[in-house]
């Protein structure tokens, strides 16, 4: 006996339950130039309501692709694909505005497995939103977040709930209150387990309504 393991509607694995073995099949399996997308820009204007799109490439896209753009509902697909340009299975947003020549989209492919070893370089390890003006500091939104100290005014510690496999990673931190101020956020310590940053002017340290890390590694 046998069973397989599909996703959409492709098989992925069959397991033999006589020999207990599974096998991949690698034509589902996504490469990295897959993982990473096709990327084009808009050949001129398009009205909110437009479903056939002009692109400046049509390279790398096909039919059942996800559509990935400013504005572009989450689950919006490619219907078909032409010499220069795609139809699209909804409207590319509804903002009243329209989208310029010249703007980025992008395409992924909706019917691949992805291996973590292609993708774990482009995930965001950490990410937190939270007060920094209003004791306790709470936080309102993170992930792999354990908590947030407040070491000074203006100085914060976020502190990973999973430690990053080192101190060389990439971390993005910015603040700011109802009232403009004009901070600088600047990074002040990266270590294994936690993120330490400033928020100020010269010398003069600011407690803010808003701040914002992302880490990448």
């Known amino acids: 006996m046998s069973g397989t393991l599909k996703i959409g509607g492709q098989t992925l694995a069959t397991h033999d339950t006589a020999a207990n073995e599974i096998s991949f099949h690698s034509d589902v399996m996504a490469t990295t130039a897959q993982v990473q997308g096709a990327h084009t820009t808009f050949n001129g204007s398009h009205s909110d309501t437009a479903t056939t799109i002009n692109l400046a490439s049509v390279s790398g896209i096909s039919a059942g692709d996800y559509v990935v753009g400013e504005g572009i509902a989450t689950g919006t697909t490619v219907s078909s694909v032409g010499a220069s340009s795609v139809v699209i299975s909804a409207g590319l947003d509804t903002d009243g505005v329209g989208i310029a020549g010249g703007e980025q989209i992008s395409f992924y492919k909706s019917n691949k497995a992805l291996s973590p070893g292609l993708v774990a370089g482009q995930l965001c390890r950490a990410w937190v939103n939270f007060d920094g003006d209003t004791s306790p500091y709470s936080i309102r939104a993170a992930y792999n977040v354990s908590s947030i100290s407040r070491t000074g005014q203006g100085l914060y510690r976020v502190n990973f709930a999973t430690a990053m496999p080192d101190a060389n990673y990439s971390c993005i931190a910015t603040g700011g209150s109802s009232g403009y101020r004009g901070n600088s956020v600047n990074i002040t310590n990266m270590a294994v387990g936690l993120v330490e940053f400033s928020d100020g002017i010269d010398?003069?340290?600011?407690?803010?309504?808003?701040?914002?890390?992302?880490?990448?590694?």
């Open 203 to 217: 010398s003069t340290y600011y407690d803010s309504n808003y701040f914002n890390v992302a880490v990448f590694r």
